[in-house]
Nanobody, 121 residues
């Protein structure tokens, strides 16, 4: 019902940059919040950055000033510009979309498959 296309992960040296993209499609009536999450060593997903439909943004303290999230509501797409990358930014980044489908009247969270980011010298 909801399909994700995530891209932009890869390998970069410390101090480098990457840009992640996430587009959702399917039987979608409306998308509320979208965001990027990072899997922790404890196997939990923690917030990296998220953006509302009204373009209100929130960042984890660890990425504030280095990452910037943006959104295209018309195409249900978000991007995460990641600058000044550090080794501790390494991990799998998952896209989250809070979606209301055409046949429903409630919102539900959907997750992308994840994209690997590796920061190493």
């Amino acid at each position: 019902q909801v399909q994700f296309v995530e891209s932009g992960g890869g390998f970069v040296q410390p101090g480098g940059s990457l840009r992640l993209s996430c587009a959702v499609s399917g039987n979608i009536a409306r998308v509320a919040n979208m965001g990027w999450y990072h899997r922790t060593p404890e196997n939990e997903r923690e917030l990296v950055a998220r953006i509302s439909r009204a373009l209100t943004v929130e960042y984890a303290d660890s990425v504030q000033g280095r990452f910037m999230i943006s959104r295209d509501n018309a195409n249900h797409t978000i991007r995460l510009q990641m600058n000044s990358l550090k080794p501790e930014d390494t991990g799998v980044y998952y896209c989250l979309a809070n979606v209301r489908l055409h046949e429903g009247n409630y919102y539900q969270d959907y997750w992308g498959q994840g994209t690997q980011v590796t920061v190493s010298s």
